[in-house]
């Protein structure tokens, strides 16, 4: 493989590590797989995932230190909904700082204010997880994965698609009988007119 696809891995690496979800683990994978066959340099794709990792860590919490707590701020539509994250999120970062740069994206980093030094920790601990995880499996495990995946077919691709959105319905469905639920009882104990 030639430097495009170094390119095109650090680049998809770096959107990943800024936080929006895009082809990053996918890359990662291919990465690894590719290097299992030996048409990539595995020392060359963990020091470009790592590194473009770095990048858009960097990048992401910049974002999220200048415009991120403004964009939840403000007044306006659904105002309520995002203050109460906001101190949610001031809840948890406060007291598991570490923990949370460690998890969630760099831009919420950002956004809470994480201290620069704890952030980056974070960022480097999660890196080397994430491309640890994806790249070290794909690449001792990458040929048969994509074989057996396959063998498989495209049916149990979308069956696992199926499956997924289904799961995902039916959380949006009880997080709105919830949410209506909850709302049910501070109606009916409002004040009676006299």
Known sequence: MSLAGYIVLFALVVTMGIGLPVLGDASLIAAGTLAGEGRLNIGVVLVTAMVAWIVGS???????ARQGRSLLDHPGRLEKMRLKLLAKGDHAFAHHNFVAAVTMPAFVSGIFRVRFYVFMLGAL???IG?????VGLSYFLGAEIAKRIGDAGTKAVLSVLVIVAVGLSIKAGVSKWRTTRQKRPTQQQAPKGS
């Open 130 to 134: 994430f491309i640890g995880m994806y």
């Open 125 to 127: 601990v999660a890196g």
């Open 58 to 64: 960097l990048v992401g919490y910049k974002i999220g």
